[in-house]
């Protein structure tokens, strides 16, 4: 059975469904930004590749919406950049994340800005002013960035990033890998530090090929002169690899999950003088 169009007729009802979701979903994050309390940040560690030391803590968002349920961040984000709503909620989880830099003064963190949010006019001068009425050094903060960014508008993107640099900001390239950037991108734009992509990691012990690539990006980045994040390292042997190969930095669920503000200073930063 097909329509008009030639589509089956099932695929058809599904992007109905995820239409209808999206709405949903658009109508409650709507609701959740005007009463707080639904959204919230987890914390996971980015640790020394040769010692279990907490370099920083990437801030992940996470929502509950009373009528539908944990709705997963890369679901909610999506939606949020579609509708325009993202600007507003990263400003949302920007307010979180000030109040829980204030709250551990020993800690930094590294924050994902959406391309939408970066490119916003206002973002970069009202999150230098809200750092500075509260008395935070924007040193303590790592701002990751997708290659998206880059591909969509790369001259305003490297205005706007040269401006967050010039103000102390960190600058990460998330998800290296994925995305359609070329080399080029990496040497023109400023960033400190390049995060490869899970996708790389997984089964590395089991994949020749793949630890050629890992070690080839280890030292494009080490030449540029970044510092490396290996993500979704899971396994022993995965650590042991990326670290032999030469990786600064170790983020996954074998170094530790994501986790509150608590819990994080609990396992992470109270012990730091032991
Ligand atoms: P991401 O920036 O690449 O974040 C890493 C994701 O990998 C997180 O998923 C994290 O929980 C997950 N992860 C960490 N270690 C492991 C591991 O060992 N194995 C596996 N399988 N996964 C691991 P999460 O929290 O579901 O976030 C998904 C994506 O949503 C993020 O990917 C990021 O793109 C986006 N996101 C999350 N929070 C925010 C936010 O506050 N703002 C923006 N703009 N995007 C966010
Ligand atoms: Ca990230
Ligand atoms: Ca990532
Ligand atoms: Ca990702």
């Not at 994050?29 to 040769?50: D, V």
């Not at 949020?80 to 949302?92: D, P």
């Amino acid at each position: 059975k097909r329509r008009r169009g030639g589509r089956p007729v099932a695929f058809g009802a599904m992007i109905e469904a995820a239409d209808r979701d999206a709405r949903a979903i658009e109508k409650a994050l709507r609701a959740a930004l005007r009463r707080p309390g639904q959204l919230s940040l987890l914390y996971q560690p980015i640790s020394a590749a040769g010692a279990r030391r907490l370099e920083r803590a990437e801030a992940l968002a996470r929502w509950t919406s009373p009528e539908l349920g944990p709705i997963p961040p890369d679901r909610f984000i999506a939606v949020a950049e579609r509708s325009g709503l993202v600007v507003e909620l990263g400003q949302a989880l920007l307010g979180q994340l000030c109040d829980d830099l204030e709250e551990r003064p020993e800690l930094a963190v590294s924050f994902n800005v959406s391309p939408l949010q970066l490119l916003a006019p206002s973002f970069a001068s009202d999150l230098i002013a809200e750092l500075r009425r509260r008395r935070i050094s924007p040193a303590r903060i790592e701002l990751e960035l997708t290659e998206r960014l880059l591909v969509d508008d790369p001259r305003l993107a490297a205005e706007r990033m040269g401006e967050l640099r010039a103000a102390g900001f960190r600058l990460a390239l998330d998800d290296f890998g994925t995305g359609y950037s070329s080399i080029g991108y990496l040497r023109e734009m400023s960033f400190d530090t390049l995060k490869i992509d899970r996708s790389f990691v997984t089964g590395l012990e089991r994949c020749p090929e793949r630890r050629a690539l890992v070690k080839a990006m280890l030292d494009l980045a080490h030449a540029l002169e970044l510092q490396v994040v290996c993500e979704g390292i899971e396994t022993d042997e995965e650590l042991a690899l990326v670290r032999d190969l030469g990786c600064d930095l170790v983020q996954g669920y074998h170094i530790d999950r994501p986790m509150n503000l608590g819990r994080l200073a609990e396992r992470w930063l109270d012990q730091r003088h032991e």
